[in-house]
């Protein structure tokens, strides 16, 4: 029953996420786009996924913005894409260590950047990070409950938002995945 169980939830969280990314392929370009403050926006999804990352054991340093940093997005669109960024460092960023998220403007855009301290992902794994179902080690995901579609969904709600996602890693020394997004009109500098 326990492995009937466990084989279940994995399935409901597969039939979710691709629910998801189907719905976001559905529709090119986002819908329902109000003017939100990125940096609150981190702020609420830190506080939401506390004690997650507490039974990580994890720590949590956040360097954002003092004033506002206005985007023009669907404000659960970005949250979304936030959870999974910080819950992906949960998971594979090795208990124990810290969670870095940083937020900084430059020109015309934001940079949101969670970096973790785990063991870092191979190089030759960094450009399929975002194609649908794919793990750079299949029984860690599994173990983390994965489903291989998270950073797909980031890439197409990043894309939607005319936004685009980076991410840098080496072996031994974490992983950072940055979403850049543009500032709204008014804000720009």
């Known amino acids: 029953l ?13 039939i979710d996420d691709r629910l998801s990314l189907s719905r976001l392929e559905m529709k090119p370009l986002a819908g329902a ?14 506080v939401s996924l506390g004690q997650l990352i507490r039974d990580n054991g994890m720590v949590l340093a956040l360097d954002l ?6 985007i023009v997005a669907n404000p659960d669109e970005i949250v979304q894409v ?11 960023g ?14 015309d855009e934001a940079s949101l950047t ?18 649908r179902f794919y793990r ?21 709600i990043l894309s939607r938002h005319q936004g685009r996602l ?10 950072s995945f940055t979403v850049h997004l543009p500032l709204a009109q008014d804000s720009q500098t």
Not at 33 to 46: G, N, S, Y
Not at 136 to 156: C, M, P
Not at 166 to 175: E, K, L, M, N, V
Request: net charge positive; proline share 6%; aromatic share 0%.
């Open 166 to 175: 980076t991410i840098r890693s080496a072996p031994g020394d974490g992983a």
């Open 33 to 46: 786009e109000t003017r939100v403050d990125l940096a609150d926006l981190a702020r609420q999804v830190t």
């Open 94 to 107: 090795q208990s124990g260590k810290r969670i870095d998220v940083s937020l900084s403007t430059e020109r």
């Open 82 to 92: 936030l959870e999974n960024l910080i819950e992906n460092a949960c998971k594979y």
């Open 136 to 156: 750079v080690d299949v029984e860690t995901s599994r173990a983390q409950k994965g489903t291989g579609l998270g950073l797909a969904i980031v890439k197409h």
């Open 65 to 70: 913005k003092d004033g506002p940093v206005p």
């Open 114 to 131: 969670v970096r973790d301290h785990g063991p870092g992902i191979p190089t030759e794994h960094i450009p399929r990070l975002t194609e």
């Open 2 to 14: 326990k492995i009937m169980q466990t084989q279940t939830a994995r399935m409901a969280r597969l």
